[in-house]
């Protein structure tokens, strides 16, 4: 199969290159960094230089690719939400997929799958309900750049290309996420939960992430948004003392949170509130989950190298 992948560089990028690349799959990685990529050139892998706003050069690629795969965009946690960083994380997302789609309208063989990450924001703060890909959109900031995000990828589906839209949860592996935020307070022996400790936390592990996509590949009928969570949520108590269970550390210095409302300002509601999603799409298609349960997933994450 021929692949367009914008986002390659990132933690999941990186993840579906290696992947892709084991089964022999021709990979077309858009960045704007092409240094950060070189090393990936060849054996199938190629390197197209884009903006990330417009239709360039680049387009050439989407005209006969079976695959287009969208992780483009600014981290939503890579600094304190100023108005203009707001402004800068809802224009990579809303450019980076104006600019694939524009190029699968203008190419004569379209691809036959577009896929576009979202993320549980969509559903906004939830204390109580449970959410499934069937749950409204929620209230925020984070929720209206889901949906807006999600809305520019639509009109793809006009030309009969089948839309998958990736509401990605809390995703752990060793490089980064999450995990790699908790893990230095833990280090120093002053782990524990932030905030109140009873929000939920819906994550998965980044090789069911991984799996997740070669399997919506396999399977033509699921389309449409799909969470990427696992099966198993947990609240941040239970994710903290998991983790001071397997480091052998206490958990037990939580982090209030009007600390974190000082220290991160409005972006401390995606750590304050919490989200309980279950997958209930890939588990109705028997999507089985490498890492269902919290601490088989650590285990493994930090397994290699052990803490010290």
């Known amino acids: 199969m021929k692949i367009i992948l914008s986002g390659g560089s990132g933690f999941i990028g990186k993840a579906l290159v290696e992947h892709f690349k084991k089964g022999g799959h021709q990979i077309v990685l858009l960045t704007r960094n092409p ?5 990936l050139a060849g054996n199938g892998i190629h390197i197209e230089v884009w903006d990330g ?19 483009a965009g600014e981290r939503l946690v890579s600094q304190r939400w100023t108005e203009k960083q707001k402004y800068k994380i809802l224009r990579s997302r809303i450019e980076a997929t104006q600019a694939l789609v524009e190029a699968v309208e203008h190419s004569s063989t379209k691809p036959t799958l577009f896929i576009n990450a979202s993320a549980i924001g969509y559903y ?17 900031y984070v929720a209206d750049v889901c949906e807006l995000w999600e ?19 809390g995703v752990l592996g060793k490089s980064d996420g999450w995990l790699k935020k908790m893990l230095p307070s833990f ?15 819906s994550w998965i592990h980044l090789e069911d992430v991984v799996k997740s996509v070669q399997f919506i590949i396999e399977h033509h009928d699921l389309d449409g ?12 108590n239970e994710c903290a003392k998991t983790l001071g ?26 750590i304050l509130t919490g989200q309980k ?11 089985s989950f490498s890492y269902p349960q919290l601490e088989p997933a650590l285990i493994h994450i930090l397994k290699d190298p052990p803490l010290k």
């Open 35 to 39: 240094s950060s990529l070189h090393p």
């Open 53 to 71: 706003r417009q239709r360039g050069p680049w387009a050439q690629h989407v005209n006969g690719a079976d695959i287009i795969i969208n992780l």
């Open 124 to 140: 906004g703060p939830l204390s109580k309900e449970t959410a499934t890909e069937d749950f409204p959109k929620g209230e925020g």
């Open 151 to 169: 809305q520019e990828a639509h009109p793809v589906e006009r030309w009969g290309v089948r839309l998958v839209l990736l509401r990605l949860g």
């Open 187 to 201: 280090q120093y022996f002053l782990g524990g939960a932030l905030g109140s400790g009873r929000q939920w936390l």
């Open 225 to 236: 948004p799909i969470n990427l969570t696992t099966p198993y949520p947990v609240t941040m």
């Open 245 to 270: 269970r397997i480091l052998h550390r206490p958990s037990c210095f939580k982090v209030p949170g009007f600390i974190l409302k000082l220290a991160l300002g409005e972006m401390s509601e995606i």
């Open 277 to 287: 999603v279950l997958p209930q799409k890939l588990l109705n298609h028997g999507y």
